[in-house]
């Protein structure tokens, strides 16, 4: 279970503040994935940091009772100047994982080659989703975090993050972030959809999309 209680998250901009929560109380239960809706610039990543524990609210808090993965396809909790190997162990000490048996499915899973002994900075944009993509699926996590990318590199590799991540979901849930239609359908079952400030919960994903879509139709 995650619950958000009395969460306000408010950025400074131009002057004026902006909201991407405003006093949200609001509880995710286990057993449901979760698609993440609105317009660009509404939130949705920031959303997704907040629950993972990587940035703090403005006020307000978020209760994790379960095992959090960071977001997937977020490649900036890595350390430039370590190498992806060095990474991994050192996520791997972070959530109280097996160091060894982390770095080797990682080495295995991510396909780098030799620059998984180089360091993080020398990595293409790809290379660092792939390597943050191995890292997410090498640990067990109650929910996944997936912000717009369920997988990276060539088709093969494609074809391969599909199948883990579906495996993992058979024990997992996800809260995802995309901005296809038919990701959100065939992953979610439940949706929330932000707009100002306010999230609205929806129990059916098809309802979400519903209110998102006459959002979007009034700018």
Do not use: W
């Amino acid at each position: 279970m995650i619950r958000l209680e009395h969460l306000t998250k408010c950025f400074r901009l131009k002057g004026d503040l902006r909201y991407i929560a405003k006093d949200v109380s609001l509880t995710i239960p286990r057993g449901e994935s979760i698609g993440l809706l609105g317009r660009n610039g509404a939130g949705k990543s920031t959303l997704l940091r907040l629950i993972s524990g990587t940035i703090s609210p403005t006020s307000g808090r978020v209760i994790r009772r379960a095992n959090v993965s960071f977001p997937l396809g977020f490649a900036g909790s890595f350390n430039g100047s370590l190498t992806g190997e060095q990474n991994v162990r050192f996520v791997a000490r972070i959530y109280g994982h097996d160091t060894d048996s982390l770095v080797e499915y990682v080495q295995d899973f991510a396909e780098l080659g030799k620059s998984y002994f180089m360091p993080v900075k020398t990595y293409s944009s790809g290379m660092r989703a792939r390597l943050a993509f191995g890292v997410s699926m090498g640990i067990n996590f109650d929910y996944y975090l997936v912000d717009e990318i369920t997988a990276v590199g060539d088709a093969n590799f494609k074809k391969k993050c599909k199948k883990v991540f579906q495996e993992k979901l058979q024990n997992s849930d996800i809260i995802m972030v995309s901005h296809s239609n038919g990701s959100l359908r065939e992953y979610c079952s439940t949706g929330i959809v932000m707009e100002e400030g306010s999230l609205t919960y929806f129990s059916n994903i098809d309802d979400a999309i519903t209110l998102h879509n006459k959002n979007m139709a009034h700018h």
